[in-house]
């Protein structure tokens, strides 16, 4: 009877929450996997080279400070300043777009938001996969749409290393000049229309490099709690040991 | 509390080990919370280090500038200002500049300066910290008698310092005015806040 | 040596004098005598305290950073992750002290249900208990607002929007407590001084005195025994130890286990896959955007689903035969005449409103009586012995069902309430009021076995 109260108890649904609505890619069936590693530092390098010069421009950082991540990326002072602040910042200040809301609002219709955060908002494979799936779509406005965020205001900025990429085999939909909705099947799937100035493998590289640094850029203690806690884990479980011999020691008296 | 009789020893060890354990534990436990109440990146953003620019300083003219929330004032002295301060020794409390927390290494110096005649102060008086008033021509005309040889009043609790910063005898303020760490980047251009050497 | 003990004997002696030191040290420590058989379930107590002292003092130092302003708040909670040193541990422990205070309040009421620690002469100590639990469930809903996430906006927005559901008061109430037409600035601003303020200072007066009254009637046991009937020559119960040293370094252990549990969470996992941090509130709030799924954080979803689970359809095909019932049960088992009549005015008063009274009215309804039940158990549960050791299967059988019933709905508070789900949390519903409105009777009927003299270890 205890034991299955105790079953019930911990069998709380803990796993699959995050994956049901968090990890949809918009007509996709999944994201695509990402491999993170915080502790690759030529990867964020490259990452934070990408994200200033071809995302800052549009969209701010504007929690994070650029000394923070020189620091924390191993990228010095002088550097910082010449190859990453073009905004006039100081190296002390926060990463805010060059763009004024206003400006954004009436190019693009709609603010692009902070990026900050944004792996944690969506999820490290949904940016991944967001930033792989441009394709030239004449009837959007900006020229491009997107199978993970359908209709997009956003257009492919990087296409000149990506090339032109449209859908593999227009469905029957798609001939008939219907948009594609959101609801179409999640088969889809891109081909090269015109190749860019990067092979499928280097653009790859190039995003996940771009995705580590973001998730980076969510949370910069992140290696840092890692670390403690370790050393937390070890304090705890040498104190646990002495605690409970004593906690023995006195319950002896008990019978 | 005091327990009747003998403790046993392997009880009295194991509790002195565990009290141990957990004041250290607590002591790292509290180290965050008291970190967390230094100056945040942020405010040491704002406090980073200010470029100025000297060269139309006029002599015998006084800039301020900002940095770290205080007034710094950049002095250009002219040579009878800097004359002035070899005759004011007798009035002051530490002429030759003692006391190490009030000025670099490198302004403990008869100026108080890098270059004799650029003084740089923080604008706040050592007493309660208020900001001292600009008294810088000698004489009456400066409301503080015949003998006042030039320098900054604080009209708060009436200390007196000289040209150089230095504190006048029978003052409030204890220690002279500081001198902020400073360099320069080439000649016509100081930056407050670092050191010559390097760090702030 | 002597002398310095003498020394320190002289100053507490002083201090005695004038202040009950000694005295309170030995009334509720070194001299209160607790059951010698606790087991895993006794430490919840504790840990309730420990996490509650938790909260204050990282509160505390975030309040030091955080800025009540609907144009500041979500960069300054970034700034305290980013700019203040350690901030991001300090929000962390926060954050997940928050969801552990409810599993662990969870688990210490779930003892109460196991060995029956609300029964007499405890109910009064178990009613102090169930309004903590509501004034933690009111201080957990206004703390969530503030990061200003658009979590934390819309989960705000759908909670106030309940008060409008009140008959002739509702919509003025849910204005008064936004002080303004939606969540806003001002909603933001009082939220900030209930939160750090009001309901902390609320909480601890609640648990000092849920202490005053657990030392009054002393602790119950996992046996269900009164150990203060069994007393020796001194007065001194015979199955009791003090609780310092034996509880003080027991509840050390309990207290490092569940610091190792929280070390884990707080420093590797501390969004717990969205469960204890949702992903939603990783951008501002925005009153154009409503988040996919507007779901409240775990420790509110099974009352969350019950406020769900109550539609038209519900109210006319679950809760109508279910008053249906319960009125006959009650007019058939009860022989007292008034017993009988008021119990049919009531049940006809509840048919006519099902009828007249749309159904967001009785959701609302039904998620107040789904904490307002727990008020009434010590006198719904009239069964001869207290703990479930011995009990007889009906009593097991409906606790475990309500057990799953709990989890279920919880679970179901985070889904969307559609198809299998939305009837999964109908059955939930009316398995989760029966457990209360049928425990006179199956605790009446069930068989007992007989309780021992003495306590027992198991």
Redesign the interface.
Known sequence: MRTLLLLVLMGLPLGGHAAEGHNECGQLAKCDPVKIDLRDQPSLQRGARTFVNYCLPCHGASYMRYNRMGQDLGIPEDLLKEDMIFTGDKVGDLMKTAMRKEDAKEWLKTAPPDLTLVTRWRSPEWVYTYLRNFYRDDKSASGWNNLVFPNVAMPHVLYEWQGELRPAQPTAQAQDGKPVEKTAPTSERLEVAKPGAKTAAEFDRDMRDLTNFLVYLGEPAKLDRYRIGVYVLIFLAVFLVFAYLLKKEYWKDVH | ??DEGVV?P??RR??I??TG??VV?AA?AA???V????P???A???G?PVEVDISRIEPGQLLTVEWRGQPVWILRRTPEMLNSLKEDVSLLVDPDSHVDSQQPKYAQNPTRSIKPEVLVLVGICTHLGCSPERRLEAGSESGLGSDWPGGFFCPCHGSKFDLAGRVFKNVPAPINLRVPPHRYVVDTRILIGVDQKGAA | MNTKAGAWRRLLGWVDDRYPLSETWEAHLSKYYAPKNFNFWYYFGSLALVVLVLQILTGIFLTMHYKPDTGLAFASVEYIMRDVDWGWLIRYLHSTGASLFFVVVYLHMFRAFLYGSHRNPRELLWIIGVVIFIALMAEAFMGYLLPWGNMSYWGAQVIISLFDAIPVVGPGLAEWIRGDFVVADATLNRFFALHVVAVPLVLIMLVFIHIVALHKVGSNNPDGIEIKKKKDARGIPLDGIPFHPYYTVKDIVGTTVFLIVFTVIAFFIPELWGWFLEHDNFIPANILQTPQEIKPLWYFTPFYSILRATTSDMVAWGLTPLVIVMAALIIFSVKRARTRLVTSAIAALLLIGFYFIEAKVWGVVLMGLALGAFFLVPWLDRSPVKSIRYRGWMYKTALTFFTIAFIVLGYLGTKPPSGLYSLLAKIGLVIYFLFFLLMPWYTTFDKTKPVPERVTWK
């Open positions: 509390m005091s046993d392997r009880r194991l509790l080990i565990t354990l957990g534990g790292f180290t965050p919370f970190k967390s109440m230094m945040s990146a942020r040491k953003a704002a980073a």
